[in-house]
């Protein structure tokens, strides 16, 4: 295999197999190997974290906000079932659970005009932090019903919990800070939207120096297909690597070790 990067913080690359695994702390005991895009992957689950992006009440839940506006959100529900499949296992291998959700500021003093612009176009439509007509609970807002995680995915107490105010959730936050604390150098990534929140969390992560992957049937999006496609196509392209958690879950339960 041939090396990218210095010898301690180096992957191994070939054409067909890339090893993620920094030799300067190889844990083979915690290594799996499981088919991606555009190559197969071997990564250290010691070394690993999953970020779970905008699964709230008012992106997924049919009373909240972008249903209130008229979106179909049936999409955005898929990943629920994926999710809590994956995430027991996860948490069982040692791999940290990050749930990375808008959690605005009741006075949203840290927000700029062109991040309310995008959700309140004309200034006059229910945006960041306004109320919902119907239920009173104000959009995205930390500590509101919208802004919750919808009830069907199942949480656990070890899990981390990072608010975000931006669609990167590196902007303003403490976010790298925990992952460099947890030793990460691998992101998994999932939730909502892939093209919008996700992409751009993975674009971040990527540009930081963590190896990106994206768990393609874990997100969905409310775009127009041929977001997601091109979404998908550039993690591959210029980012990282794209996966399904079926196989990820098949090395870790199966054994599918590195070869």
Known sequence: MNRLGNRKRGWLVTKEHVDLRRSAYNDAEAAVSFAAQPQRLTLDLE??????????????SPGGWLAGIGVDTAPLTQPVAYLNRLLPVLR??????????????PDRLNLSPSVLHVYNGDGASTGIGDPMPTSGSRVLEKGSWGAAIVDD????????????FRMSGFWDTPLDSILRNLGTDTILFAGVNLDQCVMHTLQDAGCL????ILLEDCSATSSPQFCADGAIYNIKQCYGFVADSAALLDAITLGDFPK
Do not use: H
């Open 47 to 60: 070394r690993t974290a999953i970020i779970v992006v905008d699964m709230q009440n008012d992106f997924c």
């Open 92 to 105: 069982t291998s040692g791999v940290p659970v990050i749930w990375l959700n808008w959690g605005n500021r």
């Open 153 to 164: 995915l199942t949480q656990a107490s070890e899990d981390i919990y990072v608010d975000k």
């Open 209 to 212: 120096g963590y190896d990106v």
